[in-house]
């Protein structure tokens, strides 16, 4: 929300400087444009706080950690682009019109912050970053563990995945696997495990970051509701139900059962 505070600020800051080219007899235009600058810089940093824990709080292996890097470093840089301006224009309050280098700096500043806005939008409505509508009571997964059946198995071939990391999970703790390319959530409810497919069928948001209820895993991005034991949907906007995946021990190892179907390419 705080977004809109440095945005319409150094905006308007802008256009004044562009009317005080176009109407330079018009008195103030250079004053206002410079305490919209200066309030534009001070929105930006308290913008900048709940901008920092947001990007703290993205799992090093999230898909939008680069973007959010990104923006984060674009928005660094607007912000001294525009203290560098603030005090150029701040020995020439009164002239008529902007001169060049404070007008060329702010170009520079709108252009940046353009391309910052729109990582910026793609961060939340791509990547889901921000959206989370409830808390967590247990750790979010940091990293992928990335496993492989170690050979290529043939229709209908029932494999025994092993995971190592599974056993240690507390209860509400989630682990996200890849196997083969298959990407999924394993979470221990009730001292049981569970392994489920970890992207939502609405819009394919983290399943793992969600959130449980009983049996239910609510998804962080826009609430849908799956049983984690049958993967049928409980709640939507998700229409269609989740993939799930046996979980078992064998020889004093936990493992996922994977089945492969002639619809896998892998
Ligand atoms: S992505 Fe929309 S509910 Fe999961």
Redesign the pocket.
């Known amino acids: 929300m705080l977004v809109h505070f440095p945005i319409g600020f150094l905006v308007l800051s802008f256009l004044l400087d562009l009317v005080s080219l176009a109407f330079p007899e018009v008195p103030g235009l250079l004053r206002g444009s410079f305490y919209a600058m200066l309030l534009g810089i001070i929105a930006a940093l308290l913008a900048a706080l709940p901008g920092f824990v947001d990007y703290s709080d993205i799992r090093r292996d999230h898909p939008g950690k680069v973007i959010a890097s990104r923006h984060m470093i674009l928005n660094l840089m607007v912000v001294a682009i525009y203290g560098i301006n603030l005090w150029i224009r701040s020995s020439a309050l009164s002239d008529p019109k902007i001169s060049l280098p404070p007008l060329l700096l702010s170009i520079i500043g709108i252009g940046l912050l353009s391309v910052s806005g729109y990582l910026g939008g793609r961060l939340v409505y791509d990547e889901?970053i921000a959206v989370g509508r409830h808390k967590r009571h247990t750790p979010t997964p940091q990293d992928t563990l990335h496993l492989s059946t170690g050979h290529a198995a043939s229709d209908g071939e029932v494999t025994f995945v092993p995971v190592p990391n599974a056993e240690q999970l507390g209860n509400g703790e989630t682990l996200r696997v890849e196997i083969d390319k298959q990407v999924m959530t394993i979470v221990r409810i009730d001292n049981q495990l569970y392994g489920f497919q970890e992207f939502?069928t609405?819009?394919?948001?983290p399943l793992s970051e969600g959130s449980f209820h009983g049996f239910n895993v609510q998804?962080p991005?826009?609430?849908?509701c799956f049983d984690i034991r049958t993967g049928k949907v409980t709640n939507g906007?998700?229409k269609v139900d989740l993939k799930t995946f046996k979980i078992e021990t064998r020889d004093g190892k936990v493992g996922v059962l994977l089945i492969k179907d002639h619809d896998q390419k892998t």
Do not use: I, M, V
């Open positions: 889901g939502c609405h819009r394919f948001g998804c991005w826009h609430n849908s906007p998700a």
